[in-house]
């Protein structure tokens, strides 16, 4: 009877933290991708100039790197349940404010606090999956990032012709609803006495020297190259569609979503294939193919399949799942997990911070998007450097180790 009531309870324990998983996932893409799409409506209400929008496409990544920081630290001192949950109320509160924002310097503020929280969710998850399934990593890791993907596929599909019909206050006030409920699985987990007890304990040890290994540096490459194409896209895709595509501004929604859509068949299909095959090379390479050939075919013929031109450069940043996805494969513990996952993703965020400014600042020094796209273009370079390392199949700790 002891043993059934135990695998009755480890049962319940497996399903609330799957739920809480997916939920803290759909929710770390809404602060970043609900937000473009309706520019030209909230500008009715809120001013919103070339330079507040260009700040707004930097604050994504700025907040992803702010997060980065915080949750080593965070976790160490209150644990990793209690650090779940303190990043999903900075995702609510921040939502909340943009909704009640009367200028776009209170927008800026709470997309802000959003975008920290959504950051130290970046960081956070994949230790969360090595921790509480260690066994599934491939499998957790794909639904995870699949459900990354959704969060970024649903806002700006519905923020549009939600925003029109009631009020884009309305539209965030939905995304800080949403959010709420990702706290529920953590505050019961927490309830059960599965917070971390030794803060950090397996999750953070020793700190690693990863800017010795070739592999973290690989693997912080392919994940920069992915955000340069999402974070420059997010901010700045639907202007592109309507400047050199000719499209409406719901085209342009439409668009955005079509991009991020693209990348959810290689969400769920990355981690597994990663966790499968011996070299992850190849993968790699094909998401920077992948990047060089759709941003060139929309700068070299933006008006004649736009959306094919999307599907393909919205496919390249499979390079992230894959990333994450490797920030588990190619470490020896959750300690490592973690260190990694705050270091990879500290410096693609950092670079990504500057690419909606200089993608704005070429815009309006040009008069087109052409140099910003060649740019864009050509960064998918970086991951064929990257591809020859992974090949490899070498973990940080090993290579820490031979050194």
């Known amino acids: 009877m002891g043993t059934t009531t135990r695998s009755k309870t480890a049962l319940r324990d497996s399903i609330v933290a799957v739920v809480g ?44 790197v702010i997060g980065g920081l915080l949750t080593p630290r965070l976790t160490r001192r209150i644990g990793l349940e209690w650090n779940l949950v303190t990043l999903v109320g900075l995702i609510v509160l921040g939502h909340t404010i943009r909704a009640l924002a009367t200028d776009w310097t209170v927008l800026a503020a709470g997309s802000a606090i959003a975008l920290i929280g959504s950051g130290m969710g970046n960081v956070s998850l994949p230790p969360t999956i090595k921790r509480y399934f260690p066994h599934h990593i491939g499998s957790m890791s794909a639904a995870y990032i699949t459900f990354v993907s959704l969060g970024s596929v649903v806002p700006p599909l519905i923020a549009v012709p939600l925003s029109e019909s009631s009020s884009w206050r309305i539209t965030m006030a939905i995304w800080a609803a949403f959010a709420f409920t990702a706290l529920i699985p953590w505050l019961m987990e927490i309830r059960r006495g599965h917070n971390s007890g030794d803060p950090l304990g397996s999750v953070v040890g020793a700190k690693l020297a990863l800017a010795k290994s070739p592999t973290a540096w690989a693997i912080a490459v392919a994940f920069s190259v992915s955000s340069i194409t999402g974070y420059g896209m997010f901010a700045w895709l639907p202007d592109i569609a309507k400047d050199a595509a000719g499209m409406t501004e719901l085209e342009g929604g439409l668009m955005l979503s079509v991009f991020a859509f693209a990348g959810t068949p290689m969400s769920l299909a990355m981690p597994l294939i990663a966790a499968r095959v011996k070299n992850v090379g190849w993968l790699a390479g094909l998401g920077g193919l992948l990047i060089i050939t759709g941003f060139g075919a929309m700068l070299l013929a933006p008006t004649a399949a736009p959306f094919l031109w999307v599907v393909i450069f919205g496919a390249g940043p499979l390079l992230f799942p894959l990333s994450l996805a490797l920030i588990n494969l190619r470490t020896e513990s959750t300690s490592a997990s973690l260190q990694l996952s705050a270091f990879t993703q500290f410096i693609a965020y950092t670079v990504a911070a500057t690419v909606p400014p200089l993608m704005g600042l070429s815009r309006a020094l040009t008069g087109s998007w052409n140099l910003a796209l060649t740019c864009l273009s050509l960064s998918g370079l970086g991951a064929a450097w990257a591809a020859i390392v992974l090949a490899r199949n070498n973990t940080v700790e090993s290579e820490l180790v031979a050194r």
């Not at 030209?40 to 990544?61: E, F, K, T």
Request: charged share 10%; hydrophobic share 50%; no cysteine.
């Open 21 to 64: 998983v997916i939920l803290l996932a759909a929710n770390t893409r809404s602060a970043v991708s609900g937000l473009s799409p309706i520019y030209d409506i909230v500008n009715q209400d809120v001013p919103l100039g070339i330079d507040a929008r260009a700040l707004l496409g930097s604050l994504p990544p700025i907040g992803f």
